[in-house]
């Protein structure tokens, strides 16, 4: 059980990441058909995410919610995993293209902007979890914090040359 538990919560911090890097990267290799892995690399750090809160529900608490609500108190890391898990679950939810057009680009993008909250509040689950080691939480925070040190460069230069940002298009297809 601790062995699923962990596993699955490394996996959702990796597809995270992996999420993140498509942007930079399509930028950077100027190869602008990396956008069209960002919405299932995102569904799936959502559903590794499902499996490693159900893991703790159901295999390590078997749903005894008072037992839930004791561990929560007791263990502020468990707050924090939680908090990186609802702040995903708008993502799911708005990823298709039906909800970027009801939204509209901007504030589906603002929307999304949630994972960055998301993939810190996870940052911080894991710091607080681990005891010892801490050099895998640090890893992940060194990695989100580049991701978004390279986001905010660029919308720093972007206002500096008075340049519009252009949002990166986020249909899967052109059939949508």
């Given at each position: 059980m601790e062995f699923i538990t962990h596993k699955t919560g490394d996996w959702t911090l990796r597809f995270l990441a992996?999420?993140?890097c498509v942007t930079p990267?399509?930028?950077l290799l100027q190869l602008p058909e990396l956008i069209?892995?960002?919405?299932?690399?995102?569904l799936f750090a959502f559903f590794y995410g499902c499996?490693?809160?159900?893991?703790?529900?159901?295999l390590d608490k078997f749903?005894?919610?008072?037992?839930?609500?004791?561990?929560?108190?007791k263990r502020p890391f468990i707050t924090a995993g939680f908090t990186a898990f609802v702040l995903l679950v708008p993502l799911a939810i708005t990823s298709t293209a039906g909800w970027i057009r009801r939204l509209g680009g901007k504030r589906w993008q603002s929307l999304h902007r949630l994972v960055y909250a998301s993939a810190v509040a996870g940052v911080i689950h894991y710091y607080w979890l681990v005891k010892s080691d801490i050099r895998l939480p640090l890893l992940y925070g060194a990695i989100f914090t580049v991701l978004l040190a390279y986001r905010l460069v660029v919308r720093l230069q972007a206002r500096s040359?008075?340049?519009?940002?252009?949002?990166?298009?986020?249909?899967?297809s052109p059939s949508r």
């Open positions: 992996i999420t993140l990267l399509r930028k069209r892995f960002r919405r299932m690399l995102g499996l490693h809160l159900t893991t703790y529900l159901w749903f005894a919610w008072g037992e839930i609500l004791k561990d929560v108190a040359t008075g340049k519009r940002m252009v949002p990166a298009p986020a249909m899967t």
